[in-house]
């Protein structure tokens, strides 16, 4: 059970499989979440049409998942949490899942990954990193895969994997702002910063501290 959607990830019994036999254990993993945009919208105006979309999302995404020995942990309702042994396999499946589901009928999703210590207990899952790449998704858009910079460490050397960078963002209770790259590969979306500014935290004020020149001709003004 995913308590209020994603805002408490607390993650229980569907992941006992993994904690069978352990009252604790940890582990590394690539986490992606995904969300359908506009799917609730849908289901008020045309509940066919939303249920196949639906249909088609979950086809697609549980046979990439698979193919890229990834594991499905939960659905709800339009989004999806999954994690991965690995980042490349990660990334590999998020491209492959747009790159079908930007073709006819085209499904609009949003992906975000981030590669973090989750602990396992016998009554669920626990982790930043799930929080995190929650976050991710969410400053997504229709289209895109944000990665977070742990993720684009593990895949930069990857010549077929093509990225661009977003920028720093600050996250709701992420203590530290996150850097942010999106896929870039063909068919997938890649905003620019300013087209994501409604979901991002604004700064109020800034400051900037330049050099000063010595424009005196007291030596002792140098240290300034």
Known sequence: ILTNKKQDFRIESFFKPFATGMMQSRQLAAIMFTDMLGYTALMQTDEEEATKKRQRHKSVFDKSVEEHHGKVLQYFGDGTLSIFSSSLDCVNCAIDIQQQLVQPPKVDIRIGIHTGDIMHEDDGIYGNGVNIASRIETLSVPGGVFISDRVYEDIKNHK?????????????????????????????????????????????????????????????????
Do not use: C, W, Y
Not at 185 to 210: C, D, Y
């Open 160 to 224: 077929h994997i093509l990225t661009k960078e977003i920028g720093f963002f600050e996250m709701k209770n992420v203590q530290q702002p996150v850097r942010i790259f999106a896929i870039a590969n063909k068919g997938l979306v890649v905003p620019g910063r300013e087209e994501i500014k409604g979901k991002i935290k604004q700064t109020i004020n800034t400051l900037a501290v330049l050099p000063f020149a010595n424009l005196s001709n007291d030596p002792d003004n140098e240290f300034f």
